[in-house]
């Protein structure tokens, strides 16, 4: 590693001007307009896969390309390795609220500002310097290599799980390893242990054929409006919980060792509170923020309509009632049993003088790591050697699901450690990713391959 | 009577002729561009006026023009009768609802169908041509007679209490008599003896200072649309009576004969559930539905908004939510109180970690008359003589503010009897009112003049 280690201090230039020309192609998935620029990021990509040592595909599919870089070399007996990440990105609008221009990289106070600086252009550059720098230093890599990176990450993925089944044998892999996410602080490496899924249900609620006049059949039909209230009243008990029966029968409960890990994260409640603005925090008795966040479920109100919404006093009876209603679950939750314990829910609850209708629109599965198994064990090495620093575990409290696809499909774990920091602005203007991460967090993945091949060789 | 009755048998066709006319000037208060037809219905009524007999005046306000008729003939020390009306009409669309149109009156199964024939041209007409009856027949009026007949009440009569306040004076009566409203059903004519008020409030409640994404902080930071969901669930107990503190203390109980007379009413609930089209009705336990409409206060959701209301799956947690709530109340409730009660039940059920700010939008005095009084009396006995059945009390679940304004600006009773027929359509296509009760009802009003200065004459 002493090589390597100084391969990639010598070329921190290069690989860092390398990262700006990527940033600086407007790969925007989610416009059309934009579509040869996304193209041009593929095949940016793919040459300099190519240049790093790996074998390169364009690969097409029914939208944006999947560039798949390949390393077999290490033989059909070594474990192999498929790295995941992006090359498109999110819209860079309101352009006005950047200080510098979106697509033209720019170093500030040590952090390199660009949209897909973070996510995941940077993330993703950093492993193809990675096994650069390994094959320049030593001829070779610790394991077979394969390298997914898909254009259509932020348009939800749409063509990501035919391609990944119709490809099933040659990305056969021992371990996805994904760097999409951030560090919990800076300095401090981080490994996340948990996803959240989703199930995601739209609730009609209608009594009269019409609107009518409140004045002349208040009182006596019943509104909408006020029962469908009553009924999503219901879902939560006074202590939190979700009240919707059987709906904890499929909760894991995490290791007392799990949860005295997030306890022992530095953690400000209050400086939370005092970030997102609200005159208070709240959720589920008996769990802190961050257990309310990574490792339990929940019930949100996404949305609700009814009646007159505009200005003034509109005295309209209303004859529906609509809301959107998102549970995020956690291990082994499943989307499709907690829709249908949704609607049997509603339906009980439900007075006999309404209609209800309840539509399933949306679903994904939780996802969770083992934080003692030899994934993570790899990682730590990995990670304390580059950073000085044992990573903490975390959690995400929303949902990958191309995470559990992978896993489903490719019957190998998932492996997901993220070098943004909090507050980067992933989505928002100004994004960054710093330059220390970037160097640091390339180094710890030269390391991290050899670590997971030595773990992964002996147990495959 | 009896010349007068035979005078109106005589004129019945010019009596008809003259209605059409006054309907076919499409007098729509709301439109600008009918501004010239609305002047155009102002003066061809008191020009009706004075051939009736009456002095007639077209008095200017700040908008439509207010056509007063007086017969003061006699004299002072005998009582005055204040009749009011208004001689604009809802828009007519949507036209192509209209089986002929809006503006052409036409007579189809003893039905006149036009924009104004029931809502208020034809009622304010009868009072014209009753008056014009008796002055033809018996040279005099039984008492002092006032016509006030305004040009805004589609428009929420904006200029009205000023007008009647400026003019108090002049408009000082014994009772204001008010044909706008409708029979309980066909053949059977109808006092009106409750409207209920109104109190009208919006709540906002929020948490987040912006919209979060419900994976990423949902569980843990308050949801306002829960929230706001629970605290309109406090609003009401099991037995749908409303659970504000104090919300029944200034609530008059009506008397068992008010009751026993509704109760007495031919009223089917199974045809009214099938009419609003909902599986049920539901309301105030101990109340029949009459009840409830007319003689209980209600509390009504009229609207709901909050987060993603849009089309999918949008994983939002919102920042806010708001809710348009209403109450209908009845005597002696005041908007005011109502609306104070709401706010403090409010403040006191949100829970610490939302922010709650209630606005009061609109209000409204409930009203309600004496059924065992001499107003009633007086009616009673006009119009059991013309429609050969006695009059049922009746109510009216919606508000009609100015009937309080004329009863606390003159300080005169009010009395409310109207020859409209259930389903006749007002502010809807295909708008009706029957010959029969434009004539019937005509008769019976030269009647009720005479009775009411009977008993006024006395009383004042």
């Known amino acids: 590693m002493t090589d390597t ?26 416009k059309s307009d934009h579509d040869a620029e996304t193209a041009r990021a593929a095949n940016w990509l793919a040459d300099r896969m190519r240049e790093a040592g790996l074998g390169a595909e364009v690969l097409p599919t029914d939208g944006h390309p999947v560039v798949l870089g390949e390393w077999r070399e ?7 390795i498929l790295i995941y990440g992006h090359y498109d990105v999110q819209p860079a609008e309101p352009l006005e609220l950047w200080s510098s221009p979106a697509f033209e990289p720019e170093i500030r106070d040590g952090r390199v500002y660009a949209r897909g600086s973070a996510d995941d252009k940077g993330q993703l550059y950093m492993h193809v310097k990675a096994i650069q720098a390994l094959l320049e230093t030593t001829g070779s890599l610790p394991a077979n290599v394969v390298v997914v990176a898909e254009g259509e990450e932020e348009v ?4 990501l799980v035919p391609f990944v089944e119709r490809m099933r044998d040659r990305l056969a892999a021992d371990v996805v390893v994904i760097s999409d996410s951030a560090m919990f602080a800076p300095g ?3 490994l996340l242990f948990s996803l959240r899924g989703l199930a995601y249900v739209e609730v009609h609620v209608s009594a009269a054929k019409g609107d009518l006049h409140s004045g002349a059949y208040g009182g ?3 509104n909408p409006a006020t029962e469908l209230a009553r009924m999503l009243t219901t879902l939560h008990d006074a202590a939190g919980r979700i009240a919707i029966p059987g709906f904890y029968d499929d909760v894991v409960e995490w290791s007392e060792e799990t949860r005295s890990a997030i306890r ?22 008996g769990y802190s923020t961050l257990e309310r966040l990574w490792i339990r479920p929940t019930c949100e109100v996404n949305g609700l309509l009814s009646g007159w919404t505009g200005e003034g006093a509109k005295t309209v009876l209303p004859a529906k009632a609509m809301a959107k209603v998102s549970f995020r679950l956690v291990p082994d939750q499943s989307p499709a049993r907690v829709a249908e314990l949704m609607e049997a829910h509603l339906r009980e609850v439900a007075p006999p003088w309404v209609r209800v209708e309840v539509k399933e629109l949306h679903g994904g599965n939780p996802w969770k790591a083992d934080p003692s198994g030899p994934l993570f064990e790899a990682a730590s090495v990995a990670l304390e050697e580059a950073f000085g620093r044992a990573p903490v575990i975390v959690g995400e409290g929303g949902s990958i699901p191309i995470v559990g696809d992978f896993e489903r499909i490719l019957g190998c774990p998932a492996l997901l450690v993220g070098f943004a920091l909090p507050g980067c ?13 970037y160097e640091r967090g390339t180094t710890s993945l030269c390391r991290l391959y050899g670590e997971l091949a030595e773990r992964l060789g002996s147990a495959g």
Chains 1, 2 share one sequence.
Do not use: C, K
Not at 74 to 80: C, E, Q, S
Not at 156 to 159: E, F, I, M, Q
Not at 431 to 436: D, L, N, P
């Open 5 to 30: 280690v100084a391969y990639l201090d010598a070329h921190r230039e290069r690989n860092l001007e390398e990262l700006f020309d990527f940033l600086r192609i407007p790969s925007v998935s989610a």
């Open 74 to 80: 290490a033989g059909p007996d070594a474990p192999t």
């Open 156 to 159: 939800g993925s749409p063509n």
């Open 188 to 190: 401090q490496p981080s």
């Open 220 to 222: 006596a039909v019943p």
């Open 264 to 285: 022992a994260l530095d953690f400000d409640e209050e400086e939370f509170r005092a970030g997102v603005g609200s005159p208070g925090l709240h959720g589920e008795a």
């Open 425 to 437: 602005n992933m989505h928002a203007p100004d994004e960054w990713f710093t330059v220390e991460n």
